[in-house]
C-alpha cells in the first residue's frame, strides 16, 4: 500500500521538532513537503530529510499532488488561513491546538472540513502522551475505584517561555492570539474531558497577567479555575506562566473513593498511591516525538486516513477545549 503523503506547514518548535520526524519516519506515511517562510529552516529540513519539498507560501504546499493531508504547525492566529487552504484543496489536516485564535475562525474551519468530507484532527496530544495515558489505564482498571475529584497543575518557568517566544512574537499580544495561557491549557482541558469521559459543566476561574521586564515585557500568568463535571465530579486546575525554573511542574492526580490516588507528573512518572503497597511507580518515558505523544498522535492520524476510520478526537473536542480555555485566560 501507498504511503500517505504528508505536508507539514510550520518548521519552528513544534513542526521540525515533532511533525517532521515523526511524519519521515512512521511505516505508513511520507513526509512528502514542508513550508516555511524562513529559509534556514527550510534549508535544516530539506538537508535531513532528502527528497522533501519545500515551499515558502503554505498555499503551494496545499496544490502539492503528492501531499495528501497537511499538518498545521504555525503561530495561532495564521491556522484559520493555513487550514482553510488545504481543506479547499481537499487535503486531510491534522492542527495543532487551539484551532484558531477565535471560536468564530474555528467554527470555519470545522464547517469547511465537514462541507469538503476531509478529515480535520485537533492536535491534542496529551491523550497520547505516555503517562497520561497509562493513569487512564489504571484508573478504567478501577485502582481508585469511583473518582471524587481531579488536580492538574501546570507551572511553566517564565525564562522558558521567553526562548520560545521572544517578547516581540504573536504569543504575548492578548487580542490578536488569546495570549499564552489560552494557547497552552487547552490540552489539559482536554485531558479532563478524556479522563472523565463526561462534559464540563461548570468553570468558576480566575486569572491574573503580570508584564515580566526582565524578559523584555513578556507576560506572566496566573491563573486557577474549579471545575463541575456532568457526573459530579470536582476538578481543579492551577497555571502559571510566571515561575523560575525550580518550580516547574506538570503534575495530574487522580482521587477516587477507594482513599487511592493516581498521579501522573511531566511526561514520564506514574505513581499509584495506596495503603499496601504505599506506592507503586512506574517509568513510561518516550524518547524524541513520542515523549509528549505527537509520535502517537501522528500515527494515529495517518491510519485513520489510511483505513478510512473516524479518529478519537474530533473537531468538537478542540472546540470544547478551546471555549474553556477562553473563559480561564479572559476571566478576572
Not at 529559509?39 to 503554505?58: H, N, P, Q, S
Not at 491534542?124 to 478504567?140: C, E, I, M, S, W
Amino acid at each position: 500500500m501507498a504511503k500517505i503523503g504528508v505536508g507539514v506547514v510550520g518548521c519552528g518548535f513544534v513542526g521540525r521538532g515533532a511533525h517532521v520526524p515523526a511524519f519521515a519516519n512512521l511505516e505508513h506515511s511520507l513526509l512528502a513537503a514542508v513550508a516555511d517562510p524562513d529559509e534556514k529552516r527550510l534549508g535544516k529540513v530539506a538537508k535531513k530529510y532528502e527528497g522533501t519539498a519545500t515551499y515558502k507560501d503554505f498555499q503551494e504546499l496545499a496544490r502539492d499532488p503528492k501531499v495528501e493531508a497537511v499538518v498545521v504547525s504555525l503561530p495561532t492566529p495564521l491556522h484559520a488561513k493555513a487550514a482553510l487552504a488545504a481543506i479547499e484543496a481537499g487535503k486531510h489536516v491534522l492542527c495543532e491546538m487551539p484551532l484558531a485564535a477565535s471560536l468564530d475562525e474555528a467554527e470555519q474551519i470545522i464547517e469547511a472540513a465537514d462541507k469538503a468530507g476531509v478529515l480535520l484532527m485537533p492536535g491534542l496530544t496529551f491523550r497520547f502522551t505516555p503517562n497520561y495515558v497509562k493513569a487512564k489505564q489504571l484508573f478504567d482498571e478501577g485502582k481508585v475505584g469511583n473518582l471524587s475529584a481531579a488536580i492538574y497543575r501546570e507551572f511553566i518557568p517564565a525564562k522558558d517561555l521567553a526562548g520560545q517566544w521572544p517578547a516581540d512574537a504573536w504569543v504575548w499580544n492578548l487580542e490578536a492570539s488569546g495570549g499564552p495561557l489560552y494557547t497552552l491549557a487547552v490540552w489539559s482541558i482536554d485531558l479532563m474531558r478524556w479522563l472523565m469521559g463526561t462534559e464540563i459543566s461548570s468553570v468558576h476561574s480566575t486569572c491574573k497577567y503580570t508584564k515580566l521586564e526582565q524578559f523584555g515585557g513578556t507576560l506572566g500568568y496566573d491563573a486557577f479555575a474549579s471545575l463541575h463535571f456532568a457526573n459530579g465530579v470536582v476538578g481543579c486546575l492551577q497555571y502559571s506562566g510566571s515561575v523560575t525554573h525550580s518550580a516547574s511542574v506538570s503534575r495530574l492526580e487522580l482521587v477516587g473513593d477507594t482513599t487511592n490516588v493516581i498521579e501522573a507528573t511531566n511526561n514520564d512518572k506514574v505513581t499509584l498511591l495506596g495503603d499496601d503497597p504505599t506506592k507503586t511507580e512506574w517509568n513510561v518515558k518516550q524518547p524524541g516525538p513520542a515523549m509528549w505523544g505527537h509520535l502517537q498522535q501522528d500515527e494515529h492520524f495517518v491510519n485513520c486516513i489510511k483505513d478510512g476510520a473516524q479518529p478519537i478526537i474530533v473537531p468538537d473536542d478542540g472546540r470544547k477545549a478551546m471555549q474553556v480555555a477562553r473563559q480561564i485566560a479572559t476571566a478576572s
